[in-house]
């Protein structure tokens, strides 16, 4: 059992930056594939991004390419997302999640844990 707990969430204005932290429980971090998600009011849940494993390898939606970065600390077991450039349009809670295994998953139904969300909103 993963239990994760994001923070970082918060009021910034078009343009501006936010880093979120993801704190996972658990020995076995470096086995889990991570990634991030959001979900506006009214919208579906939407991939974010994810981080292997051991961190070499990553992958973005098109929609943040640029902007966000994602990394993880394997010895802290904590996976961060560092938001810049941030627009109204980014307005969402944003979730951590975990899936078994150390390859990159980019759908929802492919993680087997989640967070309990933050929010971020992007004033204009």
């Known amino acids: 059992q993963v239990q994760l707990v994001e923070s970082g969430g918060g009021l910034v204005q078009a343009g501006g930056s936010l880093r979120l932290s993801c704190a996972a429980s658990g020995r076995t971090f470096s086995s889990y594939a991570m990634g991030w998600f959001r979900q506006a009011p009214g919208k579906e849940r939407e991939f974010v991004g994810a981080?292997?494993?051991?961190?070499?390898?990553?992958n973005y939606a098109n929609s943040v390419k640029g902007r966000f970065t994602i990394s993880r600390d394997n010895a802290k077991t904590t996976v961060y997302l560092q938001m810049n450039s941030l627009k109204p349009e980014d307005t969402a809670v944003y979730y951590c999640?975990?899936?078994?295994?150390?390859?990159?998953?980019?759908?929802?139904?492919?993680?087997?844990?989640w967070g309990q969300g933050t929010q971020v909103t992007v004033s204009s």
């Open positions: 981080i292997s494993g051991s961190g070499g390898y990553r």
């Open positions: 999640a975990a899936a078994r295994g150390t390859w990159i998953k980019t759908v929802s139904y492919e993680y087997d844990y």
